[in-house]
C-alpha cells in the first residue's frame, strides 16, 4: 500500500527480457502492426496527415511520480502536431489515457479500478479509444489484455512516439501493444505541452542503472540515458521567455546525468547563467552519485534551492547491502554533514521503505534512530511491496502486512513530529516565496514554496504568481508555514 508523509504518490521503474525488439503486439488477441509505423521516428506518411485535420479531444489521466506528470506533458506534446487537442474531462474526450505507474502493487490496483470505471463510459461511446501507457503499461505488456480485453492500446515509455499512428489505424477491433524498450530514446527533440504555472518540470534523463534488489523502475523505464546538455538549455531558455521562473530537473537518477561530454555540476552552472530563472532544483539525486562538484556548485549558485530529496532507504547495512544500494549508512551520514557544511540552511528530505525481507526489528529500530538523528524535514515512507521481476521479488517476506503497517506508522509519527519541530523554528523568521497562485485556503490567501521547497500561505497584498516575497511565519503546521507579506 501507498504510504507517505504528506499527499501524492511518487514511483519508479523496470527493464525486458528480450530487448528491443518486443515491438508492438504478442498475445494472439493482439494485432501487429507493420513497420515502420507512420509518424514513428523518420517516417510520416500520407495517413498521418488525414489525422491532423481532424481535432480531436485527448483525456490523460496520470498516475505516480513527477517524471510521469513530465511524461503526460511529452504525451500532449507528442499528440498536439496530430491534431488532438487535451481536454479536462474523460467525458468530452475522443481517446482517454491512463498514464501508469508500476512501484508498488496498490499504485496498479488503482488504476486497475479506474478501468472498471472507464469500460462502462466506453460501452456507452463506443468511438472512445481506451489506453494505458507509462510504467504498468511495461510491466504487464500482453498480460494486461486478460485483465483489461476491452484496452485499445497499451503503450510502454519508450514507446510514446508509436502513439500518433496507432491512434491513426483504422481497425479498431484489436487492441495494440506498443512496448519496445529503445536506450537511446530521450525525447529530446519533443516539446512538452507543460500546464498553467511557474514551475517547469524538465526531464533530463530517463532510465536507470542501478536494480535495486525491490524496485522495477530499470526494468519498466529502461538503461539509463541524458538528454544533450545543449537541447536542456535551449528549452530552459524558451521556458524562461514564456515566464516560467522556477526550472526541476528530473530524472530517476538525476545526478547521474552525462551526455558524453557534460556532467550533471556543468548542467546545474550553466543553466544558473539564465537570466531569468529565479530558482533551480532537481530530483531525485541518487548517495552513490552525490560529487563534490555538484555540492560545491550547489553551495556557490545561489539560484540553486538549498533543498535536496535524498533517498536513504535503510537505516541498517544489513538491509542496504540485501537492496543493493551501494552504499553503507556510514557513508550516507558523511555525505549528510558534508552537505549541511557546504549548504547553509539545506533541507532535507528522504524516502524510506520498511519490512523490506529480512528486516528485523534491530534492523527496523536502525532505521528509526538514523531519521530521529538526521532530523528530515519530510519524508516520504513506503510498506515494501514486492514487484514481480526483481530480485527481491523472489525472496520470502518475512512480516506480515499488520506488522509493516505498525513499523510505517511508527515511522511517521517519528517524522511528523520532527516536520513540526523544523518548521517551528522559522516562527518569526522572514523567508523568500516563489508564489505560485491561490491557496486552497484561507479564502483570498497565496501560497508559494520557499526556497527550501517548504509551503508558505499567506494573505495576498497584491502579489502574482511568479513574485518573490518575503513572508513572516507567523505560525506553522508539520507540513505548512503560515505567514504574512512583511515586505
Ligand atoms: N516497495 C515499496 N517502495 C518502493 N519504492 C521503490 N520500489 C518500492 C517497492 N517495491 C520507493 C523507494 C523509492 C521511491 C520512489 O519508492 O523508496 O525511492
Ligand atoms: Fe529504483 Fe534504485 Fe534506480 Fe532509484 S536508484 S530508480 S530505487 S533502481
Known amino acids: 500500500m501507498r504510504q507517505r508523509q504528506k499527499g501524492g504518490e511518487r514511483i519508479f521503474f523496470f527493464y525486458p527480457f528480450p530487448l528491443l525488439d518486443n515491438l508492438i503486439a504478442k498475445s494472439s488477441k493482439v494485432r501487429k502492426s507493420t513497420q515502420p509505423l507512420p509518424c514513428s521516428r523518420g517516417a510520416v506518411t500520407k495517413k498521418s496527415c488525414v489525422t ?29 502536431p496530430h491534431g488532438y487537442e487535451p481536454t479536462k474531462t474523460a467525458q468530452t474526450a475522443d481517446v482517454i489515457l491512463l498514464n501508469t505507474c508500476a512501484i508498488r502493487e496498490h499504485a496498479e490496483e488503482r488504476v486497475l479500478g479506474r478501468l472498471g470505471e472507464l469500460v462502462h463510459h466506453k460501452a456507452r461511446h463506443p468511438g472512445v479509444r481506451l489506453g494505458l501507457t507509462g510504467c504498468m503499461a511495461q510491466h504487464h505488456r500482453d498480460r494486461l489484455l486478460d485483465k483489461a480485453p476491452y484496452l485499445d492500446l497499451v503503450v510502454g515509455p519508450d514507446a510514446y512516439r508509436t502513439l500518433p499512428a496507432l491512434l491513426a489505424q483504422d481497425d479498431k477491433d484489436e487492441p495494440l501493444v506498443s512496448v519496445r524498450l529503445d536506450r537511446d530514446e530521450t525525447y529530446a527533440d519533443i516539446t512538452p505541452v507543460r500546464g498553467e504555472g511557474i514551475r517547469a518540470w524538465v526531464t533530463v534523463m530517463r532510465g536507470c542503472d542501478k536494480f535495486c534488489t525491490f524496485c522495477i523502475v530499470p526494468y519498466v523505464r529502461g538503461r539509463e540515458r541524458s538528454v544533450p546538455l545543449t537541447a536542456l538549455l535551449d528549452q530552459v531558455r524558451v521556458l524562461a ?75 541498517s547495512n544489513k538491509i542496504l547491502e540485501r537492496m543493493e544500494r551501494g552504499y553503507t549508512v556510514e557513508y550516507y551520514a558523511a555525505l549528510v554533514e558534508r552537505l549541511r557544511s557546504a549548504i547553509p540552511g539545506l533541507a532535507l528530505s528522504t524516502d524510506i521503505i520498511v519490512g523490506f525481507p529480512g528486516e528485523e526489528g534491530a534492523d527496523f529500530q536502525a532505521t528509526y534512530d538514523f531519521v530521529a538523528a538526521v532530523r528530515y524535514d519530510s519524508a516520504f515512507m513506503f510498506k515494501y511491496s514486492a514487484r514481480e521481476g526483481t530480485k527481491a521479488y523472489k525472496w520470502n517476506e518475512t512480516l506480515s502486512e499488520d506488522e509493516k503497517g505498525q513499523r510505517l506508522q511508527t515511522i511517521i509519527t517519528l517524522q511528523e513530529r520532527i516536520s513540526a519541530e523544523i518548521n517551528r523554528q522559522t516562527i518569526g523568521q522572514t523567508m523568500e516565496v516563489l508564489v505560485e497562485g491561490p491557496a486552497k485556503r484561507p479564502e483570498g490567501w497565496l501560497s508559494g514554496k520557499t526556497r527550501q521547497f517548504k509551503t508558505a500561505v499567506f494573505p495576498g497584498a497584491g502579489a502574482q504568481p511568479g513574485d518573490l516575497v518575503s513572508v513572516r511565519v507567523a505560525s506553522t503546521t508539520a507540513h505548512t508555514l503560515i505567514g504574512e507579506v512583511s515586505a
Open 52 to 80: 491532423v485535420m481532424n481535432t480531436r479531444k485527448v483525456y490523460i489521466e496520470t498516475y505516480g511520480c513527477q517524471m510521469n506528470l513530465a511524461d503526460t506533458e511529452l504525451l500532449v506534446g507528442l499528440l498536439k
Open 241 to 315: 521567455d514564456q515566464g516560467y521562473k522556477e526550472v526541476v530537473y528530473l530524472g530517476q537518477t538525476v545526478n547521474a546525468y552525462r551526455d558524453g561530454e557534460y556532467n550533471f555540476a556543468d548542467l546545474l552552472r550553466r543553466t544558473a547563467k539564465i537570466d531569468e530563472i529565479e530558482r533551480i532544483r532537481f530530483t531525485s539525486p541518487h548517495p552513490a552519485d552525490m560529487s563534490e562538484h555538484v555540492i560545491e556548485v550547489m553551495a556557490t549558485c545561489t539560484k540553486i534551492a538549498p533543498y535536496l530529496h535524498l533517498p536513504l532507504q535503510s537505516g
